[in-house]
Protein backbone atom coordinates (compact mmCIF):
# COMPACT_ATOMS: atom_id res chain seq x y z
CA UNK A 1 0.00 0.00 0.00
CA UNK A 2 1.05 3.40 -1.18
CA UNK A 3 2.17 6.01 1.69
CA UNK A 4 4.12 8.77 2.81
CA UNK A 5 8.09 8.23 3.15
CA UNK A 6 8.49 6.55 6.78
CA UNK A 7 4.78 5.62 7.09
CA UNK A 8 4.11 2.09 6.58
CA UNK A 9 0.20 0.15 6.03
CA UNK A 10 -1.30 -2.69 7.13
CA UNK A 11 -3.96 -4.43 8.69
CA UNK A 12 -4.38 -4.03 12.23
CA UNK A 13 -3.39 -6.73 14.85
CA UNK A 14 -3.93 -7.30 18.29
CA UNK A 15 -0.98 -6.05 19.06
CA UNK A 16 -1.68 -2.97 17.96
CA UNK A 17 -5.03 -2.03 19.88
CA UNK A 18 -3.07 -0.78 22.99
CA UNK A 19 -1.84 2.26 20.03
CA UNK A 20 -5.39 2.14 18.34
CA UNK A 21 -7.01 3.12 22.08
CA UNK A 22 -4.67 5.86 22.72
CA UNK A 23 -4.64 7.28 18.97
CA UNK A 24 -8.43 7.28 19.60
CA UNK A 25 -8.35 9.13 22.82
CA UNK A 26 -5.65 11.84 21.58
CA UNK A 27 -8.64 12.05 18.13
CA UNK A 28 -12.01 11.95 20.09
CA UNK A 29 -11.22 12.69 23.81
CA UNK A 30 -14.25 11.38 25.42
CA UNK A 31 -16.20 9.99 22.29
CA UNK A 32 -13.20 7.54 21.42
CA UNK A 33 -14.62 4.64 20.48
CA UNK A 34 -13.63 1.31 23.13
CA UNK A 35 -11.47 -1.56 23.01
CA UNK A 36 -14.34 -4.22 22.30
CA UNK A 37 -14.89 -2.31 18.92
CA UNK A 38 -11.36 -2.40 17.65
CA UNK A 39 -11.17 -6.02 19.09
CA UNK A 40 -14.47 -7.06 16.72
CA UNK A 41 -13.45 -5.59 13.72
CA UNK A 42 -10.20 -7.05 13.94
CA UNK A 43 -11.65 -10.66 14.58
CA UNK A 44 -14.72 -9.97 12.00
CA UNK A 45 -13.16 -7.64 9.10
CA UNK A 46 -9.39 -6.87 9.19
CA UNK A 47 -8.97 -6.47 5.20
CA UNK A 48 -11.04 -2.78 6.09
CA UNK A 49 -8.77 -2.07 9.28
CA UNK A 50 -5.96 -0.55 7.81
CA UNK A 51 -2.91 1.28 10.18
CA UNK A 52 -0.30 3.40 9.50
CA UNK A 53 2.94 3.15 11.69
CA UNK A 54 6.08 4.89 11.80
CA UNK A 55 9.38 2.99 13.81
CA UNK A 56 6.39 0.54 15.05
CA UNK A 57 4.29 3.53 16.54
CA UNK A 58 0.95 3.61 15.55
CA UNK A 59 -0.17 6.78 14.04
CA UNK A 60 -2.79 6.81 11.95
CA UNK A 61 -5.48 4.17 11.17
CA UNK A 62 -8.78 3.63 9.08
CA UNK A 63 -12.16 1.54 9.73
CA UNK A 64 -14.05 0.28 6.81
CA UNK A 65 -16.67 -1.85 6.53
CA UNK A 66 -20.06 -2.73 5.33
CA UNK A 67 -23.71 -1.24 5.72
CA UNK A 68 -26.09 -2.93 3.66
CA UNK A 69 -25.18 -2.65 0.08
CA UNK A 70 -22.88 0.37 0.66
CA UNK A 71 -18.93 0.06 1.22
CA UNK A 72 -18.77 2.66 5.08
CA UNK A 73 -15.92 4.46 6.32
CA UNK A 74 -16.67 4.03 10.03
CA UNK A 75 -13.84 5.87 10.90
CA UNK A 76 -10.71 7.64 10.52
CA UNK A 77 -7.80 9.11 13.03
CA UNK A 78 -4.54 10.53 12.93
CA UNK A 79 -1.91 11.46 15.51
CA UNK A 80 -1.64 15.09 15.72
CA UNK A 81 1.84 15.42 15.10
CA UNK A 82 1.37 13.51 11.33
CA UNK A 83 -1.79 15.25 9.90
CA UNK A 84 -1.42 16.94 7.28
CA UNK A 85 1.70 15.09 5.87
CA UNK A 86 -0.24 12.43 3.70
CA UNK A 87 -1.18 9.66 6.50
CA UNK A 88 -4.62 10.08 6.51
CA UNK A 89 -5.22 10.77 2.37
CA UNK A 90 -3.00 7.31 2.45
CA UNK A 91 -5.37 5.30 4.69
CA UNK A 92 -8.39 6.56 2.63
CA UNK A 93 -6.96 5.77 -0.56
CA UNK A 94 -6.02 2.32 0.83
CA UNK A 95 -9.72 1.67 2.27
CA UNK A 96 -11.55 2.89 -0.57
CA UNK A 97 -9.33 -0.05 -2.82
CA UNK A 98 -10.59 -2.44 -0.15
CA UNK A 99 -14.02 -0.95 -0.60
CA UNK A 100 -13.88 -0.77 -4.56
CA UNK A 101 -16.77 -3.58 -4.69
CA UNK A 102 -19.05 -1.43 -3.63
CA UNK A 103 -20.74 0.76 -5.91
CA UNK A 104 -21.30 3.73 -3.12
CA UNK A 105 -18.91 4.07 -0.43
CA UNK A 106 -20.43 6.15 2.45
CA UNK A 107 -19.49 8.26 5.61
CA UNK A 108 -20.64 10.54 8.44
CA UNK A 109 -19.15 13.58 9.28
CA UNK A 110 -20.06 16.55 11.83
CA UNK A 111 -21.02 19.52 10.06
CA UNK A 112 -19.38 21.57 11.60
CA UNK A 113 -15.73 19.80 10.85
CA UNK A 114 -15.33 22.08 7.56
CA UNK A 115 -11.98 20.69 7.73
CA UNK A 116 -12.59 16.70 7.47
CA UNK A 117 -15.32 17.84 4.73
CA UNK A 118 -13.14 19.38 2.58
CA UNK A 119 -10.43 16.92 3.16
CA UNK A 120 -13.63 13.91 2.26
CA UNK A 121 -14.40 16.22 -0.97
CA UNK A 122 -10.76 16.26 -2.04
CA UNK A 123 -11.37 12.22 -2.30
CA UNK A 124 -14.74 12.42 -4.10
CA UNK A 125 -17.20 12.36 -1.86
CA UNK A 126 -19.97 14.52 -2.02
CA UNK A 127 -22.68 15.71 0.45
CA UNK A 128 -25.60 14.06 0.86
CA UNK A 129 -27.78 15.28 3.40
CA UNK A 130 -28.02 15.60 7.21
CA UNK A 131 -28.66 11.87 8.51
CA UNK A 132 -28.88 12.84 12.24
CA UNK A 133 -29.61 15.38 13.96
CA UNK A 134 -27.13 16.31 17.11
CA UNK A 135 -25.79 13.28 16.57
CA UNK A 136 -22.60 13.90 17.71
CA UNK A 137 -22.29 14.84 22.08
CA UNK A 138 -21.35 18.11 20.96
CA UNK A 139 -24.84 18.68 19.84
CA UNK A 140 -24.44 18.56 16.70
CA UNK A 141 -25.83 17.14 13.43
CA UNK A 142 -24.16 14.35 11.47
CA UNK A 143 -23.86 14.61 7.72
CA UNK A 144 -23.94 11.42 5.48
CA UNK A 145 -21.24 12.09 2.36
CA UNK A 146 -20.89 9.17 -0.48
CA UNK A 147 -18.41 8.66 -3.59
CA UNK A 148 -19.53 6.48 -6.19
CA UNK A 149 -18.09 4.10 -8.21
Known sequence: MESPAGIEL???SLRDVDQILELEKASFGDDAF???LFMFHIAT????FIV???DDRVVGYVLATR???DGLIMSIAVLPE???KGVGGSLM?????QLSKFKRVILQVDVANDEAREFYKGLGFAETGRVHKRYYPN???AIEMARQS
Open 67 to 69: RGG
Open 10 to 12: GLA
Open 52 to 54: ARK
Open 139 to 141: GHD
Open 34 to 36: GRS
Open 93 to 97: KAALA
Open 45 to 48: GRDG
Open 82 to 84: FRR
